[in-house]
């Protein structure tokens, strides 16, 4: 993977930034840009749609055929928008007939955030619910597709494949590496689920619950900031989490917010990501809470490590997931774990080990 100060990957990043923001870029002072690389780099961020937008407002295109190429994928990413929108809609209504209340995290609810909510390159739909919904939920939806992975009964979650879409239904998304920031997000979903802490979205006629702004952008944080400890996380994650704040800004309670990070221990890996946000990625400082310059450093540090892992650590060799079971399995897995954490250490000292053991603690219970 190359540097960060490598012509490609400013190219890349700037027309990610375009696209992010609707803002014109010049890229003509980058000589010879290889639009195969940047193509590759948007691919692994998980981030097509949002860099074909970009290239609408640069005074720069790839060549022809890439470019037609590019379109088309985008196309497709469109295309399975609409149609996961819809499902998302009749699966919404196909759980009120039976009086299952759910909430919709994440995903297509955050994609309308971005100015080409469409072009999200979409994921998983996933569903928050209840203790008593989401044993409900299970016994309604499991007749009407393929279990995907073995239920984790600790964290209340079931992956689904329904109808072509990935479903994953949550009762609880713990951070999983800290009992307090565990702590503050299971009252930030009880608050989205029992407390009328909600926001709305309407496909169609369907009016989809979503937990409200203030407590969706905790659980984006906190859900990206999981996956950056363990293998890696890519670009549309953050994006994600820059365009909820930045729709938002408005309106959220930011004192709640500060007060909500620091109990849960994350304000300098808060402000590390900020520093990417506003740095690299080209968001409005105005718009980016607890922004703060002297974090810049560990924010390309965390840039570098966006760009090595891929969109959830795709870059990495995964491998061994196939090729171990039982106890070696488990050995591989804490070994690379160990890995994953300790490259962390100089970046943030004091969480890094401690996020570690808590993650061992957690898999021992």
Request: hydrophobic share 40%; proline share 3%; aromatic share 10%.
């Amino acid at each position: 993977m190359r540097g960060i100060n490598h012509q490609n990957t400013k190219a890349f990043l700037e027309v990610v930034r375009a696209g992010q923001w609707e803002k014109d870029v010049r890229l003509l002072p980058y000589q010879d840009i290889k639009w195969k690389e940047v193509y590759r780099l948007a691919t692994e961020q998980s981030v097509l749609g949002l860099v074909l937008a970009g290239l609408e407002h640069s005074d720069v295109k790839p060549p022809q055929v890439l470019l037609l190429q590019w379109i088309g994928e985008v196309q497709v990413i469109e295309q399975r928008n609409k149609d996961m929108n819809a499902f998302v809609a009749h699966l919404i209504e196909k759980l009120r007939k039976t009086d299952i209340k759910a909430l919709l995290v994440k995903g297509q609810g955050v994609a309308q955030c971005y100015e080409k909510p469409f072009w999200r390159v979409s994921g998983d739909v996933d569903l928050l619910l209840s203790d008593e919904n989401y044993q409900k939920a299970k016994e309604l939806l499991i007749p009407l597709g393929e279990v995907t992975e073995s239920e984790d009964v600790a964290k209340k979650h079931l992956a689904l494949k329904i109808n072509g879409f990935d479903v994953e239904l949550h009762g609880r998304m713990p951070f999983g590496i800290s009992c307090r920031a565990d702590n503050v997000v299971d009252e930030v979903l009880e608050d989205s689920l029992q407390k009328g802490g909600v926001g709305k979205w309407s496909v169609g006629e369907t009016d989809v619950f979503m937990p409200n702004p203030d407590n969706h952008i905790l659980i984006v944080y906190t859900h990206f900031l999981r996956h950056f400890f363990i293998e890696g996380v890519g670009l549309r994650q953050i994006c994600d989490w820059c365009r909820l704040l930045y729709t938002y800004r408005d309106s959220l309670n930011y004192e709640l917010m500060e007060s909500r990070i620091r109990k849960m221990g994350l304000i300098s890996e808060w402000k590390a990501f900020a520093s990417l946000a506003v740095d690299t990625l080209g968001m409005p400082v105005e718009a980016m809470p607890f922004y703060d310059a002297q974090f810049k450093n560990k924010g390309n540090k965390v840039l570098r490590r966006v760009l090595q892992n891929g969109n959830f650590g795709h870059n990495n060799n995964l491998s061994y997931r196939a090729r171990y079971s039982g106890i070696t399995y488990k050995i591989v897995a804490t070994w690379r774990r160990l890995r994953d954490f300790a490259s962390l250490v100089l970046m943030f000292p004091v969480d890094s080990p401690k996020f570690f053991f808590t993650y061992l603690y957690n898999k021992t219970k």
